[in-house]
């Protein structure tokens, strides 16, 4: 363990993730997980770009559609083209909480939203979600009685099918009509069973391990709120930029966003 608390005996998702997007904020012990990852799954970061393309088409869509705050929970670290940034741009004084269970992302997003009072980080798990909407810190920036987005960004994926639907439900019913909620997770459609498992068995040396799951069972996250066009697909699918080159899509990924009705 690290003097802040922060465990380098084990990879955690936060890290890798840092790190299949060129980050420098992370330990050995993650970086060889994304090896492990990377040898079922050579696209790995390639995803990963597309995942973050995803976010911000995402975010620019709901604050199109008149959204002014948002939980972005499972952020990660800090990289570019941040939630808040994303939003600010199109939605000045547009407000953001980020949400993570890592402390070392406590710790470098406090220190470059320093000076945003628009902005914060807490840490809290999506696991125990009345945590994470009753959190002061949450409730100082996010009013509850308002249209919300949510962002839960290769985050479902982490949640076992018990998890779901508490999860889940408690997010929703938080939730005032005209919220929407953002979403991407990892499928195996299309790919080899030997490739999932070779990413599964890599995740199971996390905190968190990952759950691969088909196009319908990917579906039932957005239980309670209406799929907008084009619904439910893989996240290069979703309302690509047009003109934008990219090389093949990795079609590891289902992304969608929905309204709470």
Known sequence: MSDIGIDTTRPHVARMYDY???????????REAVAAVEAAMP???????????????????MTSAGIRQFIDIGAGLPTAGNTHEVAQATAPGARVVYVDNDPI??????????????????????RDPDDVIGHDEVRHLIDFTRPVGVLLIA????????????????????????????????????????????????????????????HDEVARFFDGFALVE????????????????????????YGGVGRRS
């Open 155 to 214: 985050m479902t994926h982490f949640l076992r099918d018990d998890e779901r639907d508490r999860v889940m439900g408690t997010l929703r019913g938080s939730l005032a009509p005209g919220s929407y909620l953002a979403a991407t997770h990892v499928t195996g459609d299309g790919h080899s069973r030997e490739a999932v498992e070779g990413v599964e068995a890599a995740y199971r040396k996390t905190p968190t391990p990952i759950y691969f799951r088909r």
């Open 230 to 253: 084009p619904g439910l697909v893989t996240v290069d699918e979703w309302r690509p930029d047009p003109g934008d080159p990219a090389p093949e899509p990795t079609r590891w990924l």
């Open 43 to 61: 696209e790995v970061r390639q995803l990963a770009r597309e995942n973050r393309a995803f976010l911000r088409r995402a975010v620019t869509f």
């Open 105 to 126: 992302v406590l710790a470098h997003g406090r220190a470059l939203l320093a000076t945003d009072g628009d902005t914060t980080v807490v840490t809290a798990d999506l």
């Open 20 to 30: 299949y997007l060129g980050g420098k904020d992370n330990f050995a012990v993650d």
